[in-house]
């Protein structure tokens, strides 16, 4: 496991942008991927996006796709996730995710893949 340090958040409109930082605290992340999870008041946990450390590969979930980027920051040993065009129903706590073990993701979307968490970072989309 790895301490992962998330920040960015915030509250924007409907349209704006916002970026969130992730950064592996303490050691150079060398894991097999990193990635970011939401959880809006109600709802589960649901997967955003990962990438994978190694070549830079990522997949995003449906409802992201094409206006989310993530990407890697060796100069910070950590993450962004590029956030355009937001929506209302993109307001979510979100929380930072890192595999360690660098052993293939299954598929990526799910929580019990990534064996450590940032605490997460407060998203409002104002419409």
């Known amino acids: 496991q790895v301490t992962l340090i998330e920040s960015g958040g915030g509250l924007v409109q409907a349209g704006n942008s916002l970026r969130l930082s992730c950064a592996v605290s303490?050691?150079?992340?060398?894991?097999?991927?990193m990635g970011w999870f939401r959880q809006a008041p109600g709802n589960e946990r649901e997967f955003v996006a990962y990438v994978r450390w190694i070549d830079g590969s990522t997949y995003y979930s449906e409802s992201v796709r094409g206006r989310f980027t993530i990407s890697r920051d060796f100069a910070k040993n950590g993450v962004h996730l590029q956030m355009n065009n937001l929506k209302a129903e993109d307001t979510a706590v979100y929380y930072c995710a890192a595999r360690v073990p660098r052993t293939p993701l299954r598929y990526g979307v799910a929580e019990t893949e990534y064996d450590s968490w940032g605490q997460g970072t407060q998203v409002t989309v104002s419409s």
């Open positions: 303490g050691v150079t992340f060398s894991g097999y991927a």
